[in-house]
């Protein structure tokens, strides 16, 4: 089944074979001894235990090679899955903390999107995202040095630890980037309550919801989503990973779908949680019962959802 993917972190695809094979390259000096080792650290209790290692793995990206590299090897992934369409985030702030220059990451990035295109059939765009728990004044000057870059991305999100860091913090930075015509989105309801979903619509003004589950919660919020079709980036395999919810089969998924509102499945980290694209469908339709009605929903939902042009919105749905 054709299919967009809305909500991947393209660091979160850097499987542990590349992160060895970078470190060696680059001669970065990484805390496990192999690549065996390094997978069996992959056992986390809540998102944060998570972002400590996803961290610590996208140290070993420095030149725009790697960053090339790790786009290319996720999009020649996603193209066997039948992703036909990808809206790529990258966390340009763990990057340029490190010394990194924008330039680096955003044309390594690029350049991979491009080739996507013309050897794969697969059309990739990048969303970049601001990282919620460092300032809002640190996400302003992020912005500032990725202007030279405009023409290579077509958006900004919102990403990283949620609780205490809710969406209105980054009021001015979305405000400004919604002056320069950029799309919004933000991660919102993953761990955090529904008030960030609610802010993130009516302070930030986002065109999307990444997750967004904990959104159930809230009868007036689930009308709203509904009413105003805002698509949910929903992630499975991550949610069950990071223990939002304790088994698959009490995942959410059925019910957004059922109450009306466009959620769509996504992989987020792939390399972290165990599964691309058509792990998350297949594993989320066996544990939740999903039906051949709710397949054909969440592929067009995710077109519906993309911001690609109305003629290949058109083409797949
Ligand atoms: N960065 C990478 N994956 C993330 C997630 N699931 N939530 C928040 N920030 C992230
Ligand atoms: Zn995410």
Same mark, same amino acid.
């Given at each position: ?5 809305l909500?991947i972190h393209?660091e *979160? ?5 590349? %992160?060895?094979?970078m470190?060696?390259?680059?001669g970065? $000096?990484? #805390?496990?001894?192999s =690549?065996?080792?390094l997978?069996q650290?992959?056992a986390?209790?809540?998102l ?13 990206l420095l030149?725009?090679?790697?960053f090339?590299?790790?786009?290319w ?5 996603a193209?066997?899955?039948?992703v ?11 990057h340029?903390?490190? *010394? ?5 990451? %955003? ?8 080739e $996507?295109? #013309?050897?794969l059939? =697969?059309d990739a765009?990048l969303?970049l995202?601001f ?9 302003l000057?992020t912005?500032?040095?990725a ?7 077509i958006?900004?999100?919102l990403?990283?630890?949620e609780?205490?860091h809710p969406p ?15 799309h919004?989105?933000?991660?919102a309801?993953e761990?955090g309550?529904p008030a960030?979903v609610w802010?993130a619509?009516?302070?930030l003004k ?8 904990q959104?159930?919660k ?6 709203r ?9 929903v992630?499975p ?7 939002v ?12 779908l059922?109450?009306?509102?466009a959620?769509?499945i996504?992989?987020d980290d ?17 544990a ?7 397949a ?5 939902n ?13 083409r797949?749905?």
């Amino acid at each position: 089944m054709p299919k967009a993917e809305l909500h991947i972190h393209i660091e *979160g695809s850097l499987e542990p074979e590349l %992160i060895f094979a970078m470190a060696a390259r680059n001669g970065v $000096a990484i #805390a496990y001894s192999s =690549v065996e080792e390094l997978r069996q650290a992959y056992a986390f209790s809540n998102l944060q235990s998570f972002l400590d290692i996803y961290y610590a793995g996208a140290s070993v990206l420095l030149h725009e090679q790697d960053f090339h590299d790790m786009a290319w090897a996720y999009l020649e992934r996603a193209a066997a899955d039948n992703v036909v369409h990808a809206e790529i985030f990258f966390d340009p702030q763990t990057h340029t903390a490190r *010394g990194v220059d924008m330039g680096v990451v %955003i044309n390594g990035l690029h350049r991979a999107c491009v080739e $996507a295109k #013309a050897r794969l059939g =697969v059309d990739a765009s990048l969303i970049l995202c601001f990282l919620r728990h460092l300032s809002e004044d640190d996400a302003l000057e992020t912005l500032q040095q990725a202007l030279p870059y405009r023409d290579k991305f077509i958006g900004v999100g919102l990403d990283s630890s949620e609780v205490g860091h809710p969406p209105e913090k980054f009021a001015r930075v979305f405000e400004k980037c919604r002056g320069l015509g950029l799309h919004l989105v933000a991660h919102a309801g993953e761990e955090g309550p529904p008030a960030y979903v609610w802010t993130a619509l009516d302070v930030l003004k986002v065109e999307r919801i990444d997750h967004g589950v904990q959104s159930t919660k809230d009868p007036a919020l689930m009308k709203r989503l509904a009413q105003d079709r805002i698509a949910l980036t929903v992630c499975p395999l991550s949610n069950l990973k990071l223990c939002v919810f304790p088994q698959l089969a009490d995942h959410n998924i059925r019910e957004l779908l059922d109450a009306g509102l466009a959620a769509t499945i996504n992989s987020d980290d792939p390399a972290y949680f165990g599964g691309y694209m058509n792990e998350n469908f297949t594993q989320t339709f066996a544990a939740t019962g999903l039906t051949a009605a709710h397949a054909y929903q969440l592929a067009k939902n995710s077109f519906d959802a993309s911001f690609t042009d109305a003629a290949t919105k058109r083409r797949y749905t």
